[in-house]
């Protein structure tokens, strides 16, 4: 396996949540470098071995809003 996709959300109780795509690994962290070194100690308690060398994250941002 060559990458990985997470999906970054900003949290309701502050900073970001990340899910990975196709995988059971959530995080969080309280910045956006806090998030990342979340996501790399994850990967590497999910994957023994074939880790993924990319990662990419996918910024999600919901607005609601009145018509």
Same mark, same amino acid.
């Given at each position: 396996?060559?990458?990985?996709? /997470? ?28 998030? @990342? @070194? ?20 996918? /910024?999600? @941002? ?6």
């Amino acid at each position: 396996m060559n990458e990985i996709i /997470f999906l970054v959300e900003e949290s309701s109780e502050g900073g970001y949540e990340a899910k990975a795509l196709g995988y059971s690994i959530f995080t969080e962290g309280e910045s956006i470098e806090d998030l @990342k @070194k979340n996501i790399r100690e994850a990967i590497k308690c999910h994957f023994e071995s074939g880790a993924p060398k990319i990662v990419r994250l996918h /910024f999600v @941002k919901e607005e609601v809003f009145t018509a």
